[in-house]
T-cell receptor, first 112, second 114 residues
């Protein structure tokens, strides 16, 4: 079953607002990733984090790999309507091949 | 478009039946992965292949099996289907199958078991 706790489950925000979501785990991961899934599509990678404490940006998105290796957060600044979708965190461990363990997802709705 | 193709896009079948889902990885990728997405379980890793060999296994049921062929395409076989097997099945591919590889997901196959 799922080993990652992602929150919040859903968010309803106004266009232009900033968004923050996070993921926690009871055990360590070597890699943290954030994906976005649009309706009828497969998940698309947004940001990958490979080192504890790492802070990485991709446009208006910023993500951090927690120093304990048990958590990560994703921030979206100045949200726009096309940010709508489901955001997933995922973790990987070196001794498990390429296996991704996903969080439950955060559904983001943006009101214009 | 991720470059990963999956067929069919939709599949409707009855309990007890067997189906085969097909995946073609991105050009140059040697590793394929299968994931199941359902409302109650979320996105769950099923199995990974690298260059024809099984590399990692998740909570894949014994009724399910997969393989990767010499041309690197992969098939996921689901047999003795139950209502609870209804889900979206995603294939992903990556270059070498390591833990730092980027996985590119296909558009998925939606399976409905009636």
């Amino acid at each position: 079953g799922q080993q990652l706790n992602q929150s919040p489950q859903s968010m309803f925000i106004q266009e232009g607002e900033d968004v923050s979501m996070n993921c926690t785990s009871s055990s360590i991961f070597n890699t943290w990733l954030w994906y976005k899934q649009d309706p009828g599509e497969g998940p698309v990678l947004l940001i990958a984090l490979y080192k504890a404490g790492e802070l990485t940006s991709n446009g208006r998105l910023t993500a951090q790999f927690g120093i304990t290796r048990k958590d990560s957060f994703l921030n979206i600044s100045a949200s726009i309507p096309s940010d709508v979708g489901i955001y997933f965190c995922a973790g990987q461990r070196y001794n498990q091949g390429g296996k991704l363990i996903f969080g439950q997802g955060t559904e983001l709705s943006v009101k214009p | 478009d991720s470059g990963v193709t999956q067929t069919p896009k939709h599949l409707i079948t009855a309990t007890g039946q067997r189906v085969t889902l097909r995946c073609s990885p991105r050009s140059g990728d040697l590793s394929v992965y299968w994931y199941q997405q359902s409302l109650d379980q979320g996105l769950q890793f099923l199995i990974q292949y690298y260059n024809g060999e099984e590399r990692a296994k998740g909570n894949i049921l014994e009724r399910f099996s997969a393989q990767q062929f010499p041309d690197l395409h992969s098939e996921l076989n689901l047999s003795s289907l139950e209502l609870g097997d209804s889900a979206l099945y995603f294939c992903a591919s990556s270059l070498s199958g390591g833990a730092t590889d980027t996985q590119y997901f296909g558009p998925g196959t939606r399976l409905t078991v009636l």
